[in-house]
């Protein structure tokens, strides 16, 4: 079984940074592909950004330019780094992995718990 830690919110000023980090922990062979989602009080869940096992990059874009999503392999964890933060990027973040648990075996896709970014103006 496989379990996802994310870490990293906070209350940031508009202009500020955070990192939120997303570790998977349990059977885990690689992970495939990596999301970042958030989801704004009153609005659908969107995608933020994406990483893939190629290393190949999408953001939404509303973040392009501001936010990068990177992997540590050694960590088995997946990470947004967040810069020039603004009002309008407050939400609850939520990081999707899709695992290959065993070589050659199936892919699942895993949910973190959620954590909340707040940005003051």
């Known amino acids: 079984q496989v379990q996802l830690v994310e870490s990293g919110g906070g209350l940031v000023q508009a202009g500020g940074s955070l990192t939120l980090s997303c570790a998977a922990s349990?059977?885990?062979?690689?992970?495939?592909?990596g999301h970042w989602y958030r989801q704004a009080p009153g609005k659908e869940r969107e995608l933020v950004a994406s990483?893939?096992?190629?290393?190949?990059?999408n953001y939404a874009d509303s973040v392009k330019g501001r936010f990068a999503i990177s992997r540590d392999i050694g960590k088995n964890a997946v990470n947004l780094k967040m810069n020039s933060l603004r009002p309008e990027d407050t939400a609850v973040y939520y990081c999707?992995?899709?695992?290959?648990?065993?070589?050659?075996?199936?892919?699942?896709?895993?949910w973190g718990q959620g954590t909340q970014v707040t940005v003051s103006s």
């Open positions: 999707n992995v899709a695992i290959r648990e065993l070589l050659d075996g199936p892919i699942r896709s895993y």
């Open positions: 349990g059977s885990i062979f690689e992970i495939v592909i």
């Open positions: 990483i893939f096992d190629s290393g190949a990059r």
